[in-house]
């Protein structure tokens, strides 16, 4: 079994700054890829920043330059710095790992609400 767990969500100002933390734990051979998925009220849930296990990083238009993501597939371990929050990054951020067991596949985390807010 696979857990991907999501830490670090809370309420923030406009222009604040949070860190989420994702760690995955269970019977993993290897991770190929993380990343963080966001989805807000009536929207589809979209990519925000993906990292590989070779450390490239890719991320949405709208958070480039203001969102980091960083961690090691090998440590089972992802962030992503939030700076320069804006109101329309409000949404539930979701930690996802391409992830080979005995079989590889997509495992999800269960989600962080990030609200951004004055």
């Known amino acids: 079994q696979v857990q991907l767990v999501e830490s670090g969500g809370g309420l923030v100002q406009p222009g604040g700054s949070l860190r989420l933390t994702c760690e995955a734990s269970g019977s993993i051979f290897k991770i190929y890829s993380m990343g963080w998925y966001r989805q807000a009220p009536g929207k589809q849930r979209e990519l925000v920043a993906g990292?590989?296990?070779?450390?490239?990083?890719n991320y949405a238009d709208s958070v480039k330059d203001r969102f980091t993501i960083s961690g090691d597939t090998a440590k089972r371990t992802m962030y992503l710095q939030m700076n320069s929050l804006k109101p329309e990054d409000t949404a539930v951020y979701y930690c996802?790992?391409?992830?080979?067991?005995?079989?590889?596949?997509?495992?999800w985390g269960q989600g962080t609400q990030v609200t951004v807010s004055s």
């Open positions: 990292i590989s296990s070779y450390g490239t990083t």
């Open positions: 996802n790992a391409d992830i080979f067991i005995d079989v590889r596949g997509d495992y």
